[in-house]
């Protein structure tokens, strides 16, 4: 089958990733573009007035639309059960995370409403959460386990995730954060929680039935130290799953050194980095994921971007969708956000939520990005130029969505 996208007021030709922060905010553009689509597969693009006709074909007509590969959300916390808004009326009133944390909130009630919610039900919850990101442009998501903190109730929430995988059309990949933060029972034994997780049993499990690539840890003062998170994540490699960290987000305990000294494949939050920790990620090639909507919504200073940026960092972006402290779905939404509130351009964003995010989950080779042999995961956008499509912060613009060359959202 295929396809051909004419009539593309500006195709946005995002090279693979990683891209290094300098050189994120020029991309080319071609106006008044055309895209061949073969078997799923990028097979041309380029100015139309170049295009040979192929011979038989669906064609699409963008309309002088702008188009972009298919969003990239690479950290969320998707699969929860139950809602947190006492919290978040907390937090108003002038209550920190943090504090709402320690007196027993926070994660830990996400915590009792998983446990008690079975398979079924959090794939009921979880997916019109991601029918609805899906409509605004995100074709691929990552999802964390974390809430359940028991072996069963953490490898529930990740079934949860390979049974929706199997539901299409967006594609996930599953992360195993079975260290979130030391369960109640567990309060004065986190390393006995901690064995309880890492055992091998467990992760061979993990692993054999492919419910997770990745191995991530909430490295904070209020969570793990970082002789903890070090031995979490050493642990899981020699299963296969690669590092990723919950990272400098409240108190700097050195989670980004500790990054780069693991070779994790990204390091997540970082809005209190030092130029230590920096260093440490240039050197292992880490992603910087920053997830603007959490310091949003929590009403905290963002991470510096502009100088991860200029250290030549891949910078990507993501939501941290949760319950607790980014309750935001919304990644269109949360680009917005990194443009006023990070000093980010548009097109800075976009490489952020396209091949940035896709490096940060090892999907560089496959997704995210305009290239012959790529994956054809392609968004039609009803603005002229992706500037237009950041300007009108937070209205939905999408105006059709191909995953793999199939149109998924929208009508030719
Ligand atoms: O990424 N920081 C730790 N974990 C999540 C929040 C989880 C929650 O509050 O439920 C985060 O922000
Ligand atoms: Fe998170």
Known sequence: MTILIQNIGELVVVPRGPIGGRSMHTVNTITKAAIV??????????????????????????????VIPGLIDCHTHSV????REGEFVKRLEGKSYAQIAEEGGGIRVS???????????????????LRRMLQGGVTTVEIKSGYGLTVDDELKMLQAVSQLKALKPIELVGTYL???????????????????????AVLSRVREEKL?????????????SIEQSRRVLETAKRYGLRPKLHADQITQIGASVLAG?????????????????????ARAGSVAVLLPACSFFLGVDQAPARRMLEADLPVAIATDFNPGSSMIESLPLTLGIACTQMKMTPTEVLVAATANAAAA??????VGAIEVG????????DVPNHHRWMYELGRPSVRLVLKKGKIVVGEA
Do not use: K, N
Request: with cysteine; proline share 3%; charged share 25%.
């Open 37 to 66: 689509v073969q078997d799923g597969r990028i097979t041309w693009f380029g100015q139309a007035c170049d295009l040979q006709y192929p011979d038989e074909c669906h064609i699409i007509d963008a309309r002088g639309g702008c």
């Open 80 to 83: 929860f059960a139950g809602t």
């Open 111 to 129: 915590v009792e409403a998983m446990r008690s919610a079975s398979c079924e039900t959090l794939i009921e919850l979880t997916l019109p959460r």
């Open 178 to 200: 079975a260290a979130h933060t030391t369960p109640r029972e567990f309060v004065d034994q986190p390393e006995a929680y901690l064995d309880l997780i890492l055992d091998d």
């Open 212 to 224: 997770a690539e990745f191995c991530d840890v909430f490295c904070e003062r209020t969570a793990f």
């Open 261 to 281: 000294e693991v070779g994790a494949i990204s390091a997540d939050h970082l809005e209190t980095i030092h130029d230590e920790g920096i260093a440490a990620m």
């Open 361 to 366: 989950i090892d999907r560089q080779d496959s």
């Open 374 to 381: 790529m994956q054809a995961d392609l968004l039609i956008l």
